[in-house]
């Protein structure tokens, strides 16, 4: 019986399906301009661009220009590119340009789509940033995509690994922008550490369009961007930290092995308590109050250090540096060190030397990067099995946009053997049979290690690896068993390997995320050979004879590809996300062509064993499956859609609460960013370190002189003490307290008065403009460093507030009250930390100038994959030739004792230059 969801579909069409054929009267419209615009001489067509802006400038809508502006867009691609944009890329272009995602197949020209909206959107100059996975992504579609844009008279600018701040400033003023998602996000977060507006590259986030949008806003968005730097020495707090754990007896403590995890039982904590006490140590409270989070977290790294990790076990102590020993392989890691604070803690515990821990000076995570936009839009080839969390997250809708052509690849049922043993000589059969008719095949892997697997087992069968030219050479034996295995490491030289996996016989090894962006098209991609073989060879008549020689070997080779039944795609087993299933199988059947697709799977597969592999395999065993022997079944293709759904819930739900802790992170972010740029922006900074100051004054009365209190019960000391560290005066509170009729407010006016008194004898000996300077560089530097620890506070936090859930509390809103109230704290600190120093910098003998961007810590940028685990930036870095990302250090030169202006930039914990014995940061230092 038919539902009746299904019989309406039948009936009415899909949802989906009414949106689009609402585009294709929007579409017909543009056509219909066609003949008119291509008759425009080049000129006339490049003037139209003038035209627009003129009509946005006097108030008509984007919306309005969209017929025209597409009509525009698809003539200058024929006459750059050769290339005429279909009318299912018309749609896929109003899709994006509305913000949503467009869902388009592999090889239906996504690239090309993206350039209609981002003509339309750019002008309105305010800049379009296009958003692809890799450098080399970026680097080729701004040369190629631009070309149109370019002819139509816009700019074109790129973002890559590298660049200096001033080529970022030119390439994000540009009217179009092309980058990463990581360079976006790190430019967004440096922006916000540099200490002058002119110096910020980024001009805001009006709209963007996303390549590969699953990949990057959800699959990336798994790991947060991070920029870090090193702290200054505290290598006695370790040492002092581990000497409290070495008092500690069994019952203070319990150890799971299995787990890997340490905590204090209440006997510890009230003995650490004690001892912390005592050494002056605590804060007050207990020791599980907010002030004492970070003292917590470096005990419980001591414990872990002493208890969970052995060494010549997990470490070694190799002179005196502490090597981590990997658990699988047994080797050394020399270079790798644990985070936050836990190698620190072992190097404490051996009494090697204690190398600084890195701190967060900035994160953001892609969520929360994307969602400052404007307008958001993106385009893959599979979002609609991740609709909810695109809705969710982002508001971003999907719509499927249907292809130019019918799909006619064949996908067949998943193959399930015993073993993966037998699975994989499944492989190898199938591999050797399409090698014999000449069909290409593309083997998707789950990771690089299971590449690696199949590669030595093709080896061992007499398969070579080596290069595809050799199919390219007609003379070459069709039997020649080669295969390639994708290397994700440099992306160009992934985009060639993948270009020419459509070539008969070609064997492509590739885990299953690898080589997007770049189309494989039977019989090989041309541009790709040219580039390759014709790099060195100038353009003239024996160029373009070799062009077309080219040119009718890959004719040549796409018909012998057709004829042995197209890409064949061959699954080694099924991952967690259908998404990424479907990414793999949609490589073949690209624009019509024949294809074929089947996942193989056995028992000991990941995914399998949620079923429960060793009943499945008994109860194949009794059903007679002889080794070697596959099932297969729709059934099975069903049910591991249902698990792998399952899993993507699963996946979705840590995502969402990831997403809603950092939330509360991102709004005070925003509100210390904006703030950053506010003070950047000032000519004059005197009224806001006015009003701090007042404020401060304001909370010393108040916590000193009780309200209602009569003056003996004013605690008159404490508060000339506090005046004296905060305001640097030595004023007669005692006195003030003894007058008649005398009370709190007058106090308090007092106090304001001689601070406004002296402030200004300080303004006008140093001078009003120098005095702005100085009070905006103490600003930003206080602020800086407060957010620093701030962060390093939150960090800790989180990874301890899942406890407070044993108290049936919940966690989220407990972490949101606690962040709130360090948030109030950071803002005091602030106040109090610049009225003091402000109100000591009479003892800098030369005015300090406004920090430049020399001044900023040395940064390391940082995003892990969150499929191999590895550091992106680290690898780009690599493929760099190791370009650093931190500012060149300055040459040092002589220092004079007695003029601080020959001193340069001081270390904080380097012994003060000024010749008094003690660390900068205790002399000079917390003046400057």
Known sequence: MVGLGALARKMFGSANDRRVKAYRARVAAINALEAEVSALSDEALRARTDDFRQQIANGRSLDDLVAPAFATVREAAKRTLGQRHFDVQMIGGMVLHEGRIAEMKTGEGKTLVATLPSYLNALAGKGVHVVTVNDYLAKRDSDWMGQIHRFLG???????????????????AADITYGTNNEYGFDYLRDNMKYDRASMVQRGHGFAIVD?????????????????????????????????????????????????????????????????????????????????????????????????FQRDKDYIVRGDEVVIIDEFTGRMMPGRRYSDGLHQALEAKEHAAIQPENQTLASITFQNYFRMYGKLAGMTGTASTEADEFMDIYKLEVVEIPTNVGVARVDDDDEVYRSVLEKNRAIVELIRDCKKRGQPVLVGTTSIEKSETLADLLKSQGFRQRDFSVLFDSSHADDELVFQVLNARYHEQEAFIIAQAGVPGAVTIATNMAGRGTDIQLGGNAEMRFREELADMPEGPEREEREKRIRDDIARLKAKALAAGGLYVIGTERHESRRIDNQLRGRSGRQGDPGHSRFFLSLQDDLMRIFGSDRMDGMLQKLGLKDGEAIVHPWINR????????????????????????????????????QRIELMGAEDVGAMVAEMRHEVIDGLVAKHIPENAYPEQWDVEGLAAAVRDTLNQDLPVADWAKEEGIADEEVRERLKAAADVAMAAKTERFSPDIMRQIERAVLLQTLDHLWREHLATLDHLRSAIHLRGYAQRDPLNEYKSEAFTLFE????????????????????????????????????????????????????????????????????????????????????????????????????????
């Open 154 to 172: 816009l700019e074109v600018g790129v973002i890559v690994h590298g660049l200096t701040d001033d080529e970022r400033r030119r390439a994000y």
């Open 825 to 928: 704290a950071l803002l005091s600190n602030l106040r109090t930390q610049v009225t003091s120093q402000l109100a000591r910098v009479e003892l800098v003998q030369s005015p300090p100038t406004m920090p430049s961007d020399d001044d900023l810590p040395m940064m390391e940028a940082h995003h892990l994959d969150p499929f191999t685990g590895e550091d992106e930036m680290a690898l780009a870095d690599e493929a760099m030739g190791g370009v650093a990302l931190a500012p060149p250090r300055r040459e040092a030169t002589a220092r004079n004792a007695n003029d601080p202006s020959t001193w340069g930039k001081v270390g904080r914990n380097e012994a003060c230059p000024c010749g008094s014995g003690k660390k900068y940061k205790h002399c000079h230092g917390q003046f400057a």
């Open 639 to 674: 049910a591991l859609e249902k698990a792998q759904q399952k899993v993507e819930a699963r996946n979705f739900d840590i995502r969402k609460n990831i997403l809603k802790y950092d939330d509360v992170m991102n709004d005070q972010r925003k509100v210390i960013f904006e």
């Open 212 to 308: 590969e949008v699953d990949s990057i806003l959800i699959d990336e968005a798994r790991t947060p961007l991070i920029i870090s730097g090193p702290l200054e020495d505290r290598s006695e707090f370790y040492n002092t930290v581990d000497t409290f754990v070495l008092q500690l007896v069994p019952e203070d403590y319990e150890v799971d092995e299995k787990q890997r995890t340490a905590a204090f039982t209440e006997i510890g904590n009230e003995k650490l308590e004690k001892l912390l006490g005592e050494a002056g140590l605590l804060r007050e409270g207990s020791l599980y109050d907010i002030e004492n989070v970070s003292l917590v977290h470096h005990l419980q790294q001591a414990l872990k250090a002493h208890k969970l």
